[in-house]
């Protein structure tokens, strides 16, 4: 494989309309990156082995597979930052492809600079993820090891998804003070987050039925009604 990438990274483009994906892939040239195109999901999982893309950027609906059946084995093989596009743009849909492990949600037709624009937001927090290993957290019976991206509860690993993970970790972090619903989308998914926060609200679901947390006397993550939501205090 060839150390030689462009310098905004490489991004593999998983796109069957080739009137959408040659003229975005011109635009992530100018933009300074190195796109690499493809319109099935066997060259999608082939390609990500091959070329070690930086971002994989991926429709939903292929002519050989479906694109979520793409991104859990890409989350399978790698965490390498995943970028959804569809034509449908329900609230559902984006919810069930976060859960999968992307990233972020694009919906066509699409601003290419937009795109680009959450493209180098997504990988700028890999980024800083990869570059600032943290020590483990450790509350009650809860660890999280942030450099490992490991979770524990008591003597059991939580399978947790990349935004799960991401999520608790920003809670962890700030164990005992109210983090806001604002802070906590700006943190966790981008500054620029175009949806509303029910994907927050799903997402603490998530978090708290593998926690066995029980929303209405919980012993981890509590709801501050307006505000946020606010961890559990490490013992101290």
Partial sequence: MDSGKAPGGRILVVEDEASISEPFAEALRRAGFDPLLTGTAAGALELAEEAEPDLVMLDLALPDGDGRDVCRELRRRSDVPIVM?????????????????????????????????????????????????????????????????IARLGDSELDLSRKEFDLLAELMRHAGQVVSREDLMARVWDVNWFGSTKTLDVHIGWLRRKLGDDPNSPTYIETVRGVGFRFAAPPG
Avoid: C, H, W
């Avoid at 449908?88 to 066509?108: F, P, Q, S």
């Avoid at 290419?112 to 980024?127: K, M």
């Avoid at 600032?132 to 809860?142: C, D, F, H, K, Y």
């Fill in 85 to 149: 596009l569809t034509a449908r743009g329900t609230e559902m849909d984006k919810i069930v492809g976060l859960e999968l492990g992307a990233d972020d949600y694009v919906v066509k037709p699409f601003s290419a600079a937009e795109v680009i624009s959450r493209i180098r937001a997504v990988l700028r927090r890999s980024n800083q993820r990869d570059g600032q290993p943290e020590e483990p957290i450790l509350v009650g019976e809860l660890e999280l090891d942030p450099g490992a991206r």
